[in-house]
T-cell receptor
Framework: DAGVIQSPRHEVTEMGQEVTLRCKPI?????LFWYRQTMMRGLELLIY????????DSGMPEDRFSAKMPNASFSTLKIQPSEPRDSAVYFC????????????FGPGTRLTVT | AQSVAQPEDQVNVAEGNPLTVKCTYS??????LFWYVQYPNRGLQFLLK??????LVKGSYGFEAEFNKSQTSFHLKKPSALVSDSALYFC????????????FGAGTTVTVRA
């Protein structure tokens, strides 16, 4: 298996622009998670889906952030408009089932907003 | 609320010496505990987990961890560290009643010197 796939790996954009991050989970996994990692705040859970349905988006920082999972093999995280404080590494992770199963992380997207 | 603490920001050991990375947790019920490792510019990789049963859990790359309920700890150990073990290590906890979310510690940077 190729593991969790994220694109792009790096994104540099100007403040005010729309940014879309993409994730393909491991085939067969039914839970998908979006995280953000920064030096100041560490690893934060933004939102997670189960069976393509958003379960908890309480970690989404504000309305500028939105996430979708139109099918079991694809998810997007969109920031519109982007701000410099959104600069971070964004990880997507997937897992099978619930409870006891570990999450598998993608390589991350490093976002820089200037 | 579920949480984990990693009391040491950094751990430095010589190659061949034992390595211990500390983790304590706080949950309202019985915890599910996980260790992940992150190499530079990579996503998190699962090392091992405790769900139930034997308090000593063995995982990838020669790592093991001991669950101690009375001390609410789940320390990661390796009998003989390698230079290649140098990385950022995260402890995480999931409470059964909250099956999806992982609460991550702040991380411990391990440096193994040759």
């Amino acid at each position: 298996d190729a593991g969790v796939i994220q694109s792009p790996r790096h994104e540099v954009t100007e403040m005010g622009q729309e940014v879309t991050l993409r994730c393909k989970p491991i085939s067969g996994h039914n839970s998908l998670f979006w995280y953000r990692q920064t030096m100041m705040r560490g690893l934060e859970l933004l939102i997670y889906f189960n069976n393509n349905v958003p379960i908890d988006d309480s970690g989404m920082p504000e309305d500028r952030f939105s996430a979708k999972m139109p099918n079991a093999s694809f998810s997007t995280l969109k920031i519109q408009p982007s701000e410099p404080r959104d600069s971070a590494v964004y990880f997507c992770a997937s897992s099978l089932g619930r409870g006891t199963n570990e999450q598998y992380f993608g390589p991350g997207t490093r976002l820089t907003v200037t | 609320a579920q949480s984990v603490a990693q009391p040491e920001d950094q751990v430095n050991v010589a190659e061949g010496n034992p390595l211990t990375v500390k983790c304590t947790y706080s949950v309202s019920g019985n915890p599910y505990l996980f260790w992940y490792v992150q190499y530079p510019n990579r996503g998190l990789q699962f090392l091992l987990k405790y769900i139930t049963g034997d308090n000593l859990v063995k995982g990838s790359y020669g790592f093991e961890a001991e669950f101690n309920k009375s001390q609410t700890s789940f320390h990661l150990k390796k009998p003989s560290a390698l230079v290649s073990d140098s990385a950022l290590y995260f402890c995480a906890v999931r409470v059964r009643s909250n099956d999806y979310k992982l609460s991550f510690g702040a991380g411990t940077t391990v440096t193994v010197r040759a």
